[in-house]
């Protein structure tokens, strides 16, 4: 029976305006099984149940008072139970003098056009005439209801009790929990007053429920503290002894929701991952089947994916003689194990791979995730680059240089050659300093500029500078590729010891300048007669045609000069290139000998100046040619007498040939106490056709001559003299030992 | 038109060349100069520390015709030595040389020589040589005082 629907009393739906209507009413009230009574304003019973009347006997009945049905104490109570029931359905119990208690219902409404009440009055359980049952059962639901409640109390999942207006009856810790609410907060409101669910989704609610339809399913809902929440709920009218209630239960499922949608996340990127990685990845079992491979690890081996989990470890692995079990042992302590091995393609070929094994589990089994790099490119470059650096190696070791790197500053960073013997000292002394420190300041000038163009312009070189003295070397530098450890630039430096080359690289200097000389002389020397000829042959013509026979005469003695002196000087040019060209086996030569010999040669001279060559007491053995060694003391001797003619000492005219030995050569000189030589023009004396004295005899091819014979036997030619009337002596050396070892 | 006859200094070594330097200058206009012959560099510069001394044997001449190739002391230290000198410096210098080297025309003009004259092999290139010397130095060229 619905007493609370729309708060007025079903009895008075029917209306009592009409005959027909109060017999219904009359009809009605027989068939009511609840004691029930219709009361006017001032509590006098209009209408009543005939339960009602066999419930509280014959004091019940039409006209008489509400009030006085009930025991004396009580009637206050029911008469403010009416007097509150304005509109509101009112709850008390009574007691009737025959002591049965019931519970009283009063609603308030009209009936027949005037104010009215309706009560229905319930025997309370073990208060009726059947009591000993009742009382019984009683006791028994007193005793459980502690139980029910402590159930309610204790239970996870969130319980509420709401009257049909959807008001908070009842409920549990669960639910304040739940919605974040206390229970006093919410008692006697709804959940769309307190915003924890909205007001369409109350109504939607409450249609289902008035319709007697359980409510089951996800509902959103906003907690106390404003956060939005998911919850599973479960809705459902339920009729307890004081009327039909809705009984929710709730449970907070965002969490797990949120858990899910992590989970399905992290799933995705994990396919991601094993669907795209280069690595293969094979998971196993325990006995080393795969039950997963991704598609990569089908990539590496060649077969396809239903193939692989068809097979397992044993008929990918390709190394033999691999220490399984001692690999395993570590696998066992640790659950991780990385190692390199050999895998087998499908196709036979095999191919490095570095092996990651991580343990893990699957359905409750222990297994093994394997991850599997392939390492054939990394393998070749290793090689390559093991081949680049064994190459360089070789490089450096054949390299006859000094290899330095340096900073920008010119600090040594590093040195790579293996020649450590071309250095004074040991590296550690250097590296790490400045060149600055270690060397010149011009030496390091030198390589500093050279370090800086290297760094400017990629590239610096040919630096050339000199070491200890006498040592050339040149320094080429290139900037490397890469930054050094402090981010500045580095060079690479090759210092090459090129002293020999230097050498030869002035001699060769000086002999193209001596060709150079030479060519220079020729062509003026051999140029003049020619001049002379020619000219004279214009004025011989002139002169003839004048008739002038005389000068004719003159300019044909000047055109013969010309001549001869042309014949001499090409004479004494091919004398001069035979010395180079054309030699006579060398021999040992007595000095003394040799000496005697130019004498003879030169008897007219000697006798004419009535002069004497003192030879020295010493006679040493010379290496060389004979013919062309007599050539240079006969022209030296020559030009002595020549220039000592009329300066004779104590009556004679006196020339000296002297020997001196050094370490590893002979010194010989021809001296004598002639018109000497003007320390001005000393520098001139050996050159081609110069002669100091332009009246005396001859072409100056004598000591160019000398020279020439000197040089090609290994020695130096030299002339000394204390100034112009003080004598002359010009010394030749030459090398005491004899190409072949031997001392000469 | 007269004039006093240009005093030239030739430092020539080769005889015969002096010769043909005299005949060619006297085929030109004899009247026009006056030669003084020296056969080395050092005899040249001998005569003009001479000249240009407080007591002179010899006058400085108004131009020098130098040749290169000289023994004891070559053209270039003459020229050089000329061009030093603040009493000789005002003279000009004709070099003129068999050498046609590239380094010794420059050397010569770096020092200071007026001129650079190669000596002509053929007979007609000297004789026309010496006349337009003689022309541009004997006739037209002017002179500072000493």
């Known amino acids: 029976m619905r007493v609370a629907e729309g708060g007025e009393p079903a009895a008075t739906d029917a209306g009592a305006d009409s005959p027909r209507n109060a017999a219904e009413l009359q009809s009605l009230l027989g068939a009511v099984p609840d004691p029930l009574f219709v009361l006017r304003e001032d509590g006098c019973i209009l209408q009543l149940s005939a339960a009602a009347q066999q419930a509280l006997g014959p004091a019940a009945r039409e006209g008489a008072a509400f009030a006085e049905l009930w025991r004396a104490e009580q009637r206050p109570l029911v008469d403010s139970a009416l007097a509150q029931a304005d509109g509101e359905r009112v709850l008390v119990e009574a007691s009737a003098p025959s002591g049965t208690r019931f519970e009283l219902r009063v609603g308030r409404g009209s009936f027949a056009g005037a104010p009215a009440y309706v009560v229905v009055a319930r025997p309370q359980f073990g208060a009726g005439p059947d009591d000993a049952l009742y009382r019984q059962t009683g006791a028994q639901l007193r005793e459980l209801a502690p139980v029910y409640r402590a159930l309610f109390d204790a239970s996870l999942f969130g319980v509420a009790l709401f009257d049909m207006h959807g008001r908070y009856h009842d409920l549990n ?284 312009n990629g590239l610096s070189v040919g630096a050339q500078y000199r070491v200890r003295g006498d040592r050339w070397m040149e320094l080429s530098a290139a900037r490397r590729g890469d930054l050094g450890p402090d981010q500045k630039p580095r060079v690479i430096a090759l210092a090459r010891e090129i002293t020999e080359r230097k050498l030869r690289e002035q001699e060769l200097e000086r002999r193209n300048d001596e060709l150079m000389r030479f060519t220079y002389t020729v062509s003026h020397d051999l140029k003049g007669p020619l001049v002379t000829i020619k000219s004279f042959l214009g004025y011989l013509s002139q002169d003839m045609a004048a008739g002038e026979l005389d000068k004719a005469q003159k300019d044909i003695e000047y055109m013969r000069k010309a001549a001869d002196r042309m014949d001499e000087l090409m004479e004494d040019l091919l004398e001069l290139s035979r010395v180079g060209r054309k030699t006579h086996p060398p021999v040992h030569l007595s000095l003394r000998a040799l000496a005697q010999e130019a004498c003879e040669l030169l008897a007219g001279r000697i006798s004419n100046c009535n002069a004497e060559v003192i030879l020295p007491e010493d006679d040493v053995l010379l290496w060389g040619d004979r013919v062309r060694l007599l050539e240079v003391l006969q022209n030296l001797l020559d030009n002595a007498l020549k220039f000592s003619e009329g300066r004779p000492v104590d009556g004679r005219v006196r020339v000296w040939v002297e020997v001196a030995r050094r370490e590893d050569e002979y010194v010989v000189s021809v001296r004598d106490r002639g018109i000497g030589i003007d320390p001005r023009y000393q520098h001139k004396l050996f050159g081609l056709f110069e002669k100091l004295h332009s009246h005396t005899e001859g072409t100056g091819i004598g000591l160019a001559l000398v020279k020439r014979i000197i040089e090609v036997h290994g020695g130096k030619v030299w002339a000394e003299s204390a100034g112009e009337g003080r004598g002359t002596t010009v010394s030749f050396t030459l090398p005491n030992t004899q190409p072949g070892g031997g001392s000469a | 038109m007269m004039q006093n006859p240009l005093s030239i200094l030739l430092v020539e070594d080769d005889l015969a060349h002096a010769e043909i330097t005299r005949r060619n200058l006297e085929e030109f206009d004899v009247e026009l100069f006056e030669l003084v012959h020296v056969i080395d560099g050092q005899a040249a510069i001998d005569y003009l520390v001479d000249a240009g001394s407080a007591r002179p044997t010899a006058a400085l001449p108004q131009l020098i015709l130098l040749d290169l190739r000289l023994p004891r002391v070559d053209g270039l230290e003459v020229l050089s030595h000329v061009k030093r000198d603040a009493t000789l410096r005002h003279i000009p210098v004709v070099v003129l040389t068999t050498s046609a080297a590239d380094a010794d025309v420059r050397d010569a003009y770096q020092l200071g020589a007026s001129g650079y004259l190669v000596k002509p092999v053929v007979y007609e290139q000297f004789q026309e040589l010496t006349r337009a010397f003689g022309v541009f130095w004997l006739r037209f060229n002017r002179y500072a005082d000493a």
């Open chain 1, 173 to 456: 810790p669960a639910f304040e929990k739940l919605i974040g609410y206390s229970r006093g907060e919410v008692l006697g409101r709804n959940n769309a007053e307190l915003g924890v669910i909205s007001s369409a989704s109350m109504e939607a609610a409450n249609a289902e429920l008035a319709a007697g339809n359980t409510q089951l399913g996800l509902l959103e809902f906003t907690r106390h503290d404003g956060e939005t929440r998911l919850a599973m709920h479960c809705t459902s009218p339920v009729r307890l002894p004081a009327g039909t209630f809705l009984l929710g239960i709730g449970f907070d499922i965002t969490d797990y929701v949120r858990f899910q949608e992590a989970l399905r996340d992290q799933d995705q990127k994990f396919r991601a991952l094993f669907d795209n990685v280069a690595d293969g990845i094979f998971f196993c079992r325990s006995d080393g089947s795969f039950f997963e491979v991704n598609p990569a690890a089908c990539r590496q081996l060649g077969y396809s994916r239903a193939e692989l989990l068809q097979m397992g470890v044993i008929q990918v692995s390709a190394r033999e003689g691999f220490d399984v079990e001692r690999a395993m042992r570590g696998f066992a302590e640790t659950g991780h194990l990385t190692y390199v091995t050999s895998h087998r393609r499908r196709d036979g070929t095999t191919f490095p791979v570095e092996l990651t094994l991580q343990r893990i589990e699957h359905a409750g089994q222990r297994a093994v995730a394997a991850i599997t790099r392939d390492l054939t490119e990394q393998k070749r470059i290793e090689d390559d680059l093991r081949d680049a650096r064994d190459r360089l190696h070789a490089i450096l070791q054949a390299l006859p240089d000094l290899l330095f790197e340096f900073d920008a500053d010119g600090v040594i960073c590093d040195f790579y050659s293996s020649r450590k013997g071309l250095l004074t000292d040991p590296p550690q002394t250097f590296l790490n300093k400045n060149l600055s420190d270690l060397t010149t300041p011009e030496v390091s000038g030198i390589l500093l500029g050279a370090i800086r163009e290297a760094v400017e």
